[in-house]
């Protein structure tokens, strides 16, 4: 039986398994909306966070999101595109986790998304923490256990 109490899986900090937020791909909510469809595309992630000018996180943004705030009754409207902003169509209501907080408390939301934002105390946008990652983690973690 592996003991996960171990310290060295659950009590692990965020900090040290989140993808940090230089090299998360990112738009700002005044961003066009077809400027947020070219990161998605070239970039092949289904969702991305979204900042403001201040590096606070404000939401998130995806390329279904995308579609539907361009579905007219009759036709996509693409023309919509160019006109609409970020801020119009992403989702707000997204869970968020502290920079300071161990995976412990990350796993239930992890079990629903795909990846976590993390903040600061302040809700400057630090990274993510992918579930990939954390299984990953895991994975090692099993595989060092039955060595011993
Ligand atoms: P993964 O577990 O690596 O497949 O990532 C799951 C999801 O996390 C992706 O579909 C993206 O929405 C998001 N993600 C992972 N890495 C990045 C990154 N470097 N920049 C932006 N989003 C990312």
Known sequence: MISLYSGEFLEVSIKDL?????????????????HALLVLTKSGYTAIP?????????????????????LGLQRIEFEQLERKRVEEAMNTKI????????????LDLLVDHPFLC??????????????????????Q??????KK
């Open 18 to 34: 989140m993808i940090p937020s230089e090299r998360v791909a990112h738009v700002q909510v005044g961003n066009s909306l077809e």
């Open 141 to 146: 973690q099993v595989k060092r256990y039955n």
């Open 50 to 70: 979204v900042l403001d000018p201040h590096y606070r996180l404000m939401g998130l943004i995806s390329t279904p999101i995308i579609m539907d705030s361009i």
């Open 95 to 106: 869970p968020r986790i502290n920079i300071h907080s161990t995976l412990k408390s990350s």
């Open 118 to 139: 993390i903040e600061d105390d302040s809700g400057i946008f630090e990274g993510i923490l992918t579930r990939r990652t954390v299984l990953l983690k895991l994975s």
